[in-house]
Every structure is written in structure tokens, then in C-alpha cells.
T-cell receptor
Framework: QKEVEQNSGPLSVPEGAIASLNCTYSDRGSQSFFWYRQYSGKSPELIMFIYSNGDKEDGRFTAQLNKASQYVSLLIRDSQPSDSATYLCAVKARGSTLGRLYFGRGTQLTVWP | EAGVAQSPRYKIIEKRQSVAFWCNPI?????LYWYQQILGQGPKLLIQ????????DSQLPKDRFSAERLKGVDSTLKIQPAKLEDSAVYLCASAAWGTENTEAFFGQGTRLTVV
């Protein structure tokens, strides 16, 4: 199992705040990194992917990748109660157009009004 | 575009019984994954198919779990015999063949309870 670790949480932030979710991975050759959101009782859905070092922004979401540190994060700005969910970090293994995709255990986020 | 279809949605069985899950991926998707998600944990990859060939089954408990993907389309996952610790949601996902950034789309999952 390729190790993907996430900050354990749960994380609780007030509405309007910035939520910061972190993920580290063990396989230095990993190519691509995904953040999925999973509402309780539902299936994961993709929020963002990133594969180059640096930041990638999409609306209120920013993914940050540092391959040297084997670290990827997700920032949610202006958090809303509807953002309350479990956020899963997923890593696509090295050399993988074949797409082996491994998940962390997730961080539960609660945004309170 | 139709999504990933799974059935049944829920299943309750007694330990030592057998159970099978079915998945129909998005049309044209060459990659199909089966994940096991135990309550409070992230999805654990059980097996990955590329068309009808197995890419990765390193975490599949082969003494009791089996999976097949005939003709490179639908897939079934079977557990025989089931144990209490197999209680989980079994998620099927599919992805198109392509780059490292190809998104995996998930079905609604099958919630298995072993009693």
C-alpha cells in the first residue's frame, strides 16, 4: 500500500474562515494528486487535481504541491456550511498512465455558521 | 452521460455466506477500480482493471475475494465466505484511459453488513 497520510482532524472552522487540509505521501515518484470531497453516506467526488509544484486555484479552493517535501494541501477560502464533509487526498502512483490511485483516510471538516 | 452504476445498494448477510456486487462503468472507460471503505476510513484499493486485465490486486484478500471484468465492461466482485470485518461500503470507480490526471468517477457504492 502506498502510504498517504492526512491530518487526522476533525477540523472545525467558523463560516468565512480558511480551512487548511494537509496530506503527505510516501512514494517519491508519485505523479498526480487529487482532492475528493465525500459527504456523509455519499460517494467521493473530485474537487481538484494538481501535478506541478506550486499552487493551483479554482474558485474558493487552492491546491498546493511540494514534491520535494512530498506534501500536498488544500485550502478552502470563505468556508461555507455546505463545505462540511470529509476531504480525501488521493495519489496516483509512479509511472502510471495505468492509474493506480491510492487514498488517505480523510479529514472531516465541519464549518459552523 | 450515465454515471457508474452499482448494485445492489445495500446487502445484509450472515457470516460465512457469499455475496456478489455488480458494477457497470461509464461507457468507454477502460480503467475500473474496486475500493473497500470501512466506516471512518478512506477507500482502500482492492483491485484495478485495465480493460479486462488486472493491473493491481495486491490488496485483494484472494482467499475469499474474487473479481472479474469480462469483455472489459461490467465487473463483479465476490466475497466467499464473508467475515464480520468485511462490513463496509464497496465502491466501484471508472476512468478513461489517458494521462495521469484522468479523473476517477465513483458509483453510489454497495453497503455490506455482515452479521
Amino acid at each position: 500500500q502506498k502510504e498517504v497520510e492526512q491530518n487526522s482532524g476533525p477540523l472545525s472552522v467558523p463560516e468565512g474562515a480558511i480551512a487548511s487540509l494537509n496530506c503527505t505521501y510516501s512514494d517519491r515518484g508519485s505523479q498526480s494528486f487529487f482532492w475528493y470531497r465525500q459527504y456523509s453516506g455519499k460517494s467521493p467526488e473530485l474537487i481538484m487535481f494538481i501535478y506541478s509544484n506550486g499552487d493551483k486555484e479554482d474558485g474558493r479552493f487552492t491546491a498546493q504541491l511540494n514534491k520535494a517535501s512530498q506534501y500536498v494541501s488544500l485550502l478552502i477560502r470563505d468556508s461555507q456550511p455546505s463545505d462540511s464533509a470529509t476531504y480525501l487526498c488521493a495519489v496516483k502512483a509512479r509511472g502510471s498512465t495505468l492509474g493506480r490511485l491510492y487514498f488517505g483516510r480523510g479529514t472531516q471538516l465541519t464549518v459552523w455558521p | 452521460e450515465a454515471g457508474v452504476a452499482q448494485s445492489p445498494r445495500y446487502k445484509i448477510i450472515e457470516k460465512r455466506q457469499s455475496v456478489a456486487f455488480w458494477c457497470n462503468p461509464i461507457s468507454g472507460h477502460a480503467t475500473l477500480y474496486w475500493y473497500q471503505q470501512i466506516l471512518g476510513q478512506g477507500p482502500k484499493l482492492l483491485i484495478q482493471f485495465q480493460n479486462n486485465g488486472v493491473v493491481d490486486d495486491s490488496q485483494l484478500p484472494k482467499d475469499r475475494f474474487s473479481a472479474e471484468r469480462l469483455k472489459g465492461v461490467d465487473s463483479t466482485l465476490k466475497i466467499q465466505p464473508a467475515k464480520l470485518e468485511d462490513s463496509a461500503v464497496y465502491l466501484c470507480a471508472s476512468a478513461a484511459w489517458g494521462t495521469e490526471n484522468t479523473e476517477a468517477f465513483f458509483g453510489q457504492g454497495t453497503r455490506l453488513t455482515v452479521v
